[in-house]
């Protein structure tokens, strides 16, 4: 089993090139300029989000994700900028993006509402290391090399936001690795049909002592089945999130957040499947992250309580 665990997980990452599904987090309300360029620079301070992400614990070769996401305006101007470190680690591929980001802040009326549109621009390396791979078949030489491919790559987004809901759609990355069978080795190419856009929106309100947010995150990909989130957090004492979120490929999971001042907020999630990943991957899916907000002028913090 553990050998046919690898392989299956090679096989994959050849299928990949076609038709793998870019990284996924589950507080992805807190990694918005993870996934959309557009927000960069939209919280009026200098933010930041660092998170891990260990899927089907348990699992040999399953993924693991980490991510860094640093933000902020440019004081005086509608603009915004960011930077956005990605690291994807999948059986024997590894997939890391450095892409520096831009945005440009319209406000639409005087009861402030914005819209931002943002553009990214930076490399993608892959790297596809077969010497890992336990075989039964000596020589296979699916498993023999180790290919790695560095190319450029762009994404774009837009953002529509007010103080209590917002919306954004965002195509992040154009550019996918992809295996040229006649030249023998990975080619940085734009597929059409891997584009993967993201739709996505949420809404703030208040119902009794607590305030309640529901969002919606829809994911779309060309000649495969359309997937979303839907989740509600509830927001208690006005430091503590807790959610749920169901996902359409069979998995729930449980959201926490905890708000330790107005710099820092500490997130955790697990996310348990109902398929039969289940069967290996038995420990569930387990994500933390840590998002700070600091300001180097006189204002003390945020302009504004954003909770997204």
């Known amino acids: 089993m553990k050998y046919l665990i690898s392989i299956l997980f090679c096989m994959m990452f050849i299928l ?26 939209s919280r009026d301070v200098i933010s930041g989000l660092m998170v891990s992400r260990n899927q089907w614990v348990g699992m040999n070769g399953a993924p693991m994700n980490q991510a860094l996401n640093v933000h902020g305006p440019i004081e005086d101007t509608d603009l915004g900028v960011g930077l956005v470190l990605e690291n994807d680690h999948l059986g024997f591929s590894n997939i890391f993006n450095f892409m520096g980001a831009t945005s440009y802040k319209l406000k639409l009326d005087n009861q402030q509402k914005f819209i931002s549109f943002g553009l990214q621009m930076g490399l993608t390396s892959s790297v596809y290391d077969g010497t890992k791979a336990i075989t039964n078949t000596f020589g296979d030489p699916m498993f023999l090399g180790k290919e790695s491919n560095l190319g450029f790559n762009f994404g774009v987004g837009t953002y529509f936001y007010n103080t209590n809901y917002f919306a954004g759609f965002s195509i992040p990355k154009f550019f996918n690795p992809t295996f040229d069978s006649d030249a023998d080795k990975f080619k940085n190419t734009v597929n059409i049909k891997n584009l ?28 495969a089945p359309l997937t979303f989130d839907l989740t509600a957090n509830v927001l208690f004492v006005e430091r503590l999130w807790v959610g749920l979120s169901y ?9 926490t957040e905890y708000i330790i001042d107005r710099n820092f907020t500490v997130r955790y999630s697990f996310d348990y499947t109902f398929s039969d990943l289940n069967t290996y991957g038995k420990y569930g899916s387990h994500e933390i992250g840590l998002q700070f907000d600091f300001s180097f002028n006189k204002r003390p913090g945020m302009r504004s309580i954003r909770y997204f």
């Open 247 to 255: 996902r359409s490929v069979s998995n729930m999971v449980v959201l």
């Open 196 to 223: 993967h856009s993201y739709w996505y929106g949420g809404y703030i309100f208040t119902w009794g002592d607590v305030k309640v947010k529901p969002t919606a995150l829809f994911r779309t990909v060309i000649g």
């Open 16 to 41: 990949s090139v076609k038709g793998q599904s870019q990284s996924q987090y589950n507080n992805y309300i807190g990694n918005q300029g993870l996934l959309n360029p557009a927000y960069n620079g």
